[in-house]
């Protein structure tokens, strides 16, 4: 296995580092709910998930009867 002949010092280490940067998300905000949400996702607003703009999945409460 390959193993360093020599330390790699600190500032060449923190050179590498630098790219690594933390990104925001980018938020869409919906124009029907107001909503803000991911871009190319869905998202849950008051029991309905809507996407584009459009209601796609309502949320059902099913209730058992017993006799």
């Not at 500032?11 to 124009?31: F, G």
């Amino acid at each position: 296995m390959a193993h360093p002949k020599r330390r790699q010092s600190s500032t060449r280490r923190d050179k590498r580092r630098t790219h690594y940067k933390a990104v925001a998300p980018q938020l869409a905000k919906d124009a029907t709910t107001g909503e803000l949400h991911l871009y190319h996702r869905a998202h849950w607003h008051e029991g309905k998930l809507y996407y584009k703009g459009k209601v796609v999945l309502e949320k059902t409460v099913e209730t058992t009867e017993e006799n």
